[in-house]
């Protein structure tokens, strides 16, 4: 019987297979594709330079017993890598990468036995450009899945995670989107993925970095001019976790050089993880073809936690700290800070403070003073658009009416006061506002303020208007 490339192969196929995981057999093994035997060497292609590296470290001696078998004691294995050329359009081509050389490499592809009688067969060349080196992960160990408190508000973006950082690149949650309000967690959630896998395979390279860094470096790089030592090192990654991506948002050079960097990754069975404060169907000014790329995994979203998951975290963060405090106290923080855990903390942490530079106890008195403070100097920031949607509700109108020339003079009252609310809670100007709120012009917008504040005073009726609403937009 003569041996064919296929033949050989699938023979070392079934006996590999039976010796490693499925998943690793499907990702690294089932892409393979055997070329061409001659006399006692075997040509396979692999998918790019990452996939025969990865091969050289981590299955280099099975695929030397399997060969062994098939080829005997001389058996030689030849990768055929196609390279990719990331920075330009070129068409890919292949080089011929003899499999563990001692030489450097040489374009024509030189043959070299497997060293069957070493028993730890080194890779000793680095294609230029690469370097192994070790990366630290920048990640936060206190960040963990122990220290994130589950709750409805966080389940399915938790569980996900989990069984992210459980099967780096195995799993169809790849790439895997957190995304959720400010202070929700997501940074948080992001990092424990990265501890967690670090802790169950300390040989992954996991990076975690801010899409702010990421820009920075990007921009550093081209100045240098080291744009490709800076593809190549994110190519190498294992797990990338970019967090906030909404940075790139108008970053076209940034888009782009990630979009690569993705691609690469996911090809290779990369697990990448990116957070977000917005789903991708809101995500502005990002690339179509980079947005399409973020809805291949998992979106999963972090929602404002319930009560009884505030009342935990706050709970779990007394324990951690070793701090006793009053139920009642601990309550009363879960009741009045309602829309983000950071600041939670925040008012749990400036208790503590309080408490010990004045020696004091924790008393309802001073947690009351505690939470104000904080529910003042966070009052978010509504936009016009809000505005106009709330006024317009409450008064029993559409937003078109609302900006629509009519005289008419409940009509134009809700107008004015959304133009007053809008003065008052956005940092919009005079003329902007004006613009937004039925193209009117800056000093519409004033007589508006000045009329509102005029009716404040002097019509009942018309205050317990600026009351509801003002409660309507602040909660
Ligand atoms: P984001 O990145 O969404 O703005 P962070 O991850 O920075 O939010 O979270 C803000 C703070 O709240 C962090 O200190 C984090 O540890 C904490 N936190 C958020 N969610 C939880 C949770 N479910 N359990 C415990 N702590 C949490
Ligand atoms: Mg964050």
Redesign the pocket.
């Known amino acids: 019987m003569t041996k064919t490339a296929t033949t050989v192969w699938n023979e070392c196929l079934s006996f590999i297979k039976d010796n490693i995981k499925s998943q690793a057999y499907k990702t690294w093994f089932e892409p393979i594709k055997p070329i061409k035997i001659s006399g006692d060497s075997l040509t396979i292609q692999v998918p790019s330079k990452f996939f025969y590296e990865w091969l050289e470290e981590h299955y280099i001696k099975l695929l030397r017993v399997a060969l062994v078998r098939e080829l005997g004691d001389d058996a030689k294995l030849i990768y055929d890598v196609r390279m990719e050329n990331v920075y330009s359009s070129n068409t890919p081509h292949t080089v011929k990468i003899p499999s563990s050389n001692r030489n450097p490499i040489n374009s024509q592809g030189i043959t070299v036995p497997l060293d069957i009688n070493k028993r730890e067969l080194k890779n000793p060349f680095v294609i230029p450009g690469i370097q192994k080196v070790k990366i630290e992960s920048q990640l936060n160990p206190n ?1 963990n899945f122990d ?5 409805d508000s ?1 389940r399915l973006a938790r569980s996900a995670s989990m069984a992210v950082a459980n099967k780096p690149g195995g799993t169809s949650f790849n790439p895997l989107l957190i995304y ?10 992001a990092h424990a993925i990265g501890v967690e896998i670090k802790d169950k395979y300390p040989d992954k390279t996991v990076l975690y970095i801010s899409s702010e860094r990421f820009t920075q470096q990007f921009i550093e790089s081209v100045k240098s001019n080291t744009r490709n030592d800076f593809i190549h090192f994110y190519q190498m990654i294992d797990v990338l976790i970019i ?2 991506v909404q940075f790139l948002s108008g970053k076209t050079g940034t888009q782009d050089v990630f979009f690569h960097i993705f691609n690469h990754l996911h090809q290779n069975g990369k697990q990448v993880i990116i ?1 977000s404060d917005k789903a991708p169907v809101d995500m502005q000014d990002i690339e179509q073809r980079l947005l399409s790329r973020f809805k291949w995994g998992l979106s999963a979203e ?1 929602q404002v ?1 319930d009560y009884e ?1 505030r009342i935990s ?1 706050l709970q ?2 007394l324990y951690r700290d070793g701090v006793d405090m009053p139920d009642e106290i601990v309550d009363y923080i879960g009741k009045n800070i309602k829309s983000n ?2 600041e ?2 925040g008012v749990l942490v400036s208790m503590i403070a309080q408490a010990s530079f004045n020696r004091k106890e924790f008393t309802l008195a001073l947690t009351k003073q505690i939470v104000d403070k904080f529910v003042k100097n966070t009052k978010r920031e509504v936009s016009i658009d809000q505005i106009q949607k709330v006024v317009s509700s409450y008064f029993d109108l559409d937003v078109a009416t609302l900006q629509s020339k009519t005289r008419k003079r409940h009509i134009v009252q809700a107008r004015q006061l959304a133009m007053f609310f809008a003065k008052r809670m956005t940092k919009a100007s005079l003329a902007s506002i004006g613009s937004q709120i039925g193209k009117r012009d800056h000093a519409t917008v004033l007589h508006a303020c000045k009329t509102v504040n005029n009716l404040t005073e002097t019509d009942k009726q018309f205050r317990k208007y600026v009351e509801d609403l003002t409660k309507k937009l602040t909660y």
Do not use: A, C, Q, W
Request: aromatic residues 6%; proline residues 3%.
């Open positions: 960040y220290s994130f408190i589950e709750g966080n959720g309000g400010v202070g929700l967690g997501k940074t948080h959630l967090d906030d957070t972090l936690p998951t975290i779990n963060k855990v950071r939670l903390e």
